[in-house]
């Protein structure tokens, strides 16, 4: 079972300094290592952005798949090996822009695996363009007249649309985000993790005392009720804000918002999927019985 | 226009045509699977609108006692289920042919005047014994009796397709038969054409090119598929998911990207896995694809062709996407494209595709149509036991050292450990990588030439594993054709008839169309006295493959595009043409 260490590699980040990224990394390696992995039971896919390029830096059975493509190439991987624990990293434009129509089927179709979603608000490696989640009337080259449209809630449509275990967490509180991937690793089912992951180099607005000062653990909160999916919707309507809204105006809830355990998984209702599919071409298939059906 | 019988094959063609909706497919198969019952050789063509109710539906059964490749092009028998079948199908009739109708429906006058009418009270009859449903039954058992066919095989089929639903169904069934059957015989004297069952025939199955390919499949231990509808690939999907039992997990994903992304991510857990569509699915699976390329991903990729482009002609076909799937994506990878002639070709083709695909490391196209595809021929089950299974250098269990996914080695094929075994740490990348499979050290210059050279230097070990050409007819020919693809049937046909008029055609069938066997075409249109290109498509896009391949350009080339196959007339008809001009010299110089 790799520790934090052996899950590096050589290859070292290449993220700016100062970047949430850093936090996020930090945290999964200490989450693997807690949940106790050996290297032959998990495998990481990633998409294209900044948050994909840590690809390069944990040491697994990784695949570093396509812009918007993570989700799909690791259901693939989910619904066709039931040993394995499939995370997968992408950014917000990777996972709720591009990949938008694959997190929706990802959420309804319940397959065990885990999606960490790095919501820097801001396309990081493409130099700063508005993203799905970007706030509303926020200036950037891509919009330089302010965002017009309503931001993506990636909670509230997790919620809606059926992901069984659905969490937020700021990639700043590092122990509370490693607790929160520690959940959602042991979670059956698709876990969905929104990570505030301030990007310093290009979204100005959303920095770390921007969200430091807005946070708040929605476990503290009296009524706090994660078995209600109509609770955790609520929830999750309560971050639309604007630029402007003073901290105390606008309190971004974290935590797990909604969790349902006990949902059989996409692979448990694949009876033939109890071993690893290759395992089916070890020797060709007999197939008189599907021939003769056609005589 | 053709007299009756004239025809040089001994064969005989039924034509059902009538509203969508009523039946009409099933109904022609049905026929064909009795007459293959009882020892005769069948090919359907089925043409029908992109409509689900409202349209003009046909299929045509041809069926003989010798077998043929290719489906009717003229009609003996239409059994006209509505006035605008008689309006649409009467001209195929061949002079002296019969139209099966139902005076209720149907004025006599309104029959085309080269024809014979045979009255058959079908509705009237199909409600009698349970419904207006029947009238299809009612209908087939005339055509058996116009034939002098025994009734006994369709009664048997009835029972077959009924007893299991209800017996009082089956019994109306076979009473309606009989009553259709009796009525029309009463015409069968005026009428010359017979058939009769071959006893003793050996066992065939009726098959369409897509049950060919799953079949394939299945056959090649596939673990994975997943797809998004669209015609005419639809059927796959449908057919693996009634599948799912053998051992394979079956997805209807929510788009073509998530198809091709998916079988990229299964094929990384070393399961056999497969998506397929038609050409506009294949252009959202365009940027995955290449992915498949440069992760050196074994995966293989059904495209069934229609016309396009956009949505084009959804139920018809062409071969027009023959240089887009060798082109597909950005950036150069290896890629293999197989393009199968016909039901058994697919078969073998779809477990050798698994194979290359390991072996190779890289995506594999079967490469089809809707002609291949929707169109069911009897044929001789599949030889099962020349499949064999070839995995490559794929490592599924145990453990390695020192592992380097992207190890740079002589044949440029990179020894796959499959995640579970020990030691298989790796980076599959989409971005350039170095050997372990890191990005950042993709982007040096010398690494990027190293994985690149290594990757490219498959293609040289895909020529020496890929399927040859296949040569048809005698070495020297008036004509010789060269073509790829479902042309397969209608061109051997065409030799056929031209054979037996004293012209004689010889045919190279491209099976791998890429890498593009240029020795093979080259060393076939250098000897050719006159050499034809036929595909369907406007820009001849085998042709420019030649040109390009072998710097050789042929005499002429036969081109349809209307959305419907050639007919083997058609191609025997252009081959007439040819042989009336002077053969080119011989002169030993690549024109
Ligand atoms: C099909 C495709 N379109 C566009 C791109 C270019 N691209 C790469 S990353 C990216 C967006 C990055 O933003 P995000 O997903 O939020 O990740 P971040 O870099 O902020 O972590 C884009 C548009 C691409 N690689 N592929
Ligand atoms: S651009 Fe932003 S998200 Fe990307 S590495 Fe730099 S700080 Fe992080």
Excluded at chain 1, 200 to 227: C, H, I, S
Excluded at chain 2, 394 to 417: C, N
Excluded at chain 2, 509 to 533: D, H, I, N, Y
Aim: proline share 6%; net charge negative.
């Amino acid at each position: 079972m790799p520790t934090v260490a052996e899950l590096e590699q050589a290859c070292k980040p290449t993220w700016c300094p100062g970047c949430g990224d850093f936090q996020m990394w930090k945290a999964l390696k200490q989450a693997i290592e807690n949940v106790g992995y050996t290297y032959e039971r998990f495998a990481v896919v990633w998409g294209i952005g900044n948050a994909g390029n840590g690809a390069d830096f944990l040491r697994c059975q990784g695949f570093h798949a396509l812009h918007g493509r993570a989700l799909p190439t690791a259901t693939g991987i989910a619904l066709t090996n039931p040993e394995l624990k499939v995370i997968v990293e992408m950014g917000d434009g990777d996972g709720y822009g591009i990949g938008g129509n694959h997190f929706l089927h990802s959420c309804r179709r319940n397959v065990e695996m885990v999606g960490i979603f790095h919501n820097n608000q801001i396309y990081g490696l493409t130099t700063g363009q508005a993203s799905p989640t970007s706030d509303q009337f926020m200036k950037t080259p891509s919009t330089p007249g302010g965002v017009i449209e309503e931001p993506v809630n990636p909670v509230g449509v997790a919620v809606a649309q059926g992901a069984t275990f659905v969490a937020r967490t700021f990639s700043g509180d590092v122990a509370y985000t490693q607790s929160i991937y520690e959940q959602a690793l042991r979670h059956h089912g698709f876990a969905v993790v929104d990570v505030f992951q301030p990007c310093p180099t290009w979204n100005k607005n959303n920095t770390f005392k921007w969200y430091a000062e807005r946070v708040y653990k929605l476990e503290d909160e009296p009524g706090y009720d994660p078995d209600s999916r109509v609770w955790a919707f609520e929830k999750s309507l309560s971050t639309f804000h604007d630029l402007t809204c003073a901290p105390d105006s606008c309190r971004l809830p974290v935590g797990v918002f909604y969790r349902e355990e006990g949902v059989p998984t996409y692979q448990d209702r694949l009876p033939q999927l109890a071993q690893p599919m290759w395992r089916q071409a070890r020797k060709p298939r007999d197939i008189s019985r599907a021939m003769r059906a056609l005589g | 226009m053709a007299q009756l019988g004239e025809r040089g094959t001994p064969d005989i063609s039924i034509r059902i045509g009538g509203p969508a909706g009523a039946g009409i497919k099933a109904a022609g198969q049905s026929l064909a699977r009795t007459f293959m019952r009882e020892g005769l050789w069948t090919m359907d063509l089925t043409e029908y609108p992109s409509l689900i109710r409202g349209g003009h539906n046909v299929i045509t059964v041809r069926v003989g006692p010798k077998p043929f490749f290719s489906h009717a092009v003229d009609v003996d028998i239409l059994i006209a289920l509505d006035r605008l079948t008689v309006e649409k199908d009467g001209p195929s009739l061949v002079e002296g042919g019969a139209v099966v109708y139902d005076p209720a429906s149907v004025e006599a006058a309104t029959l085309p005047s080269h024809a014979r009418g045979v009255p058959v009270q079908l509705d009237e009859i199909a409600k009698r014994n349970g419904g207006v449903i029947m009238r299809n039954t009612v209908a087939m058992a005339a055509a058996l009796a116009l034939l002098r066919f025994p009734l006994e095989p369709f009664e048997s089929a009835l029972h077959a397709q009924f007893d299991s639903k209800s017996a009082e169904v089956a019994e109306g069934n076979v009473r309606a038969a009989r009553e259709g059957h009796a009525e029309a015989w009463k015409h069968a004297d005026d009428f010359p054409l017979r058939l009769s069952p071959v006893p003793g025939a050996p066992e065939r199955v009726l098959v369409d090119g897509n049950d060919a390919v799953c079949l394939g499949a299945l056959a090649a231990g596939i673990g994975f598929y997943a797809a998004y509808p669209m015609t005419p690939a639809s059927t796959l999907l449908h057919y693996m998911a009634r599948h799912e039992g053998d051992g394979v997990v079956v997805k209807h994903v929510e788009d073509e990207i998530a198809a091709m992304n998916m079988v990229v991510g299964a094929a990384f857990t070393g399961a056999r896995a497969m998506c397929a569509t038609s050409g506009g699915g294949f252009s959202l699976m365009a940027e995955a694809f290449g992915l498949a390329g440069v992760t050196e991903s074994a995966v293989v990729v059904g495209v069934f062709s229609r016309p396009g482009p956009a949505t084009g002609m959804p139920t018809w076909t062409e071969q027009g996407d023959l240089q887009f799937v060798i082109h597909a994506a950005q950036g150069e990878f290896p890629r293999v494209v197989l393009a199968p002639g016909d039901r058994d070709d697919a078969f073998h083709l779809t477990w050798q595709a698994f194979n290359l695909a390991d072996r190779l490391q890289t995506p594999v196209v079967l490469l089809g149509d809707s002609y291949l595809s929707d169109n069911r021929q009897s044929v001789l089950p599949f030889e099962t036991a020349r499949v064999t299974i070839d995995r490559g250098e794929t490592i599924t269990e145990g453990e390695v050292s020192d592992y380097l996914r992207y190890r740079d080695t002589p044949d440029g094929i990179s020894p796959r450990a499959i995640p579970g075994v020990k030691g298989a740490e790796q980076l599959v990348n989409s971005y350039e990588h170095d050997e372990y499979g890191w990005g950042q050290e993709g982007e040096r210059a010398e690494v990027r030439v190293q994985q690149d050279e290594k990757r490219m230097r498959k293609m040289e070990l895909a020529r020496t594993l890929a399927p040859a050409p296949v040569a048809f007819g005698p070495l020297e020919a008036d004509v010789s054709i060269v073509s790829f693809g479902s042309t397969k049937g209608p061109i051997r046909d065409a030799m056929d008839e031209l054979a037996a008029e004293g012209v004689s055609a010889n045919f190279l069938q491209v099976v791998t169309c890429w890498p593009f066997p240029a020795r093979e075409v080259s060393g076939f249109l250098a000897v050719a006295k006159r050499s034809l290109v036929v595909e369907n498509n406007y820009t001849g896009q085998l042709e420019q493959l030649i040109r390009q391949e072998c710097l050789m350009e042929p005499d002429d080339r036969l081109h349809r595009y209307d959305g419907r196959a050639f007919t083997y007339a058609q191609i025997a008809e252009k081959a007439r043409e040819m042989v009336r001009r002077p053969a080119r010299e011989l002169t030993g110089v690549t024109r």
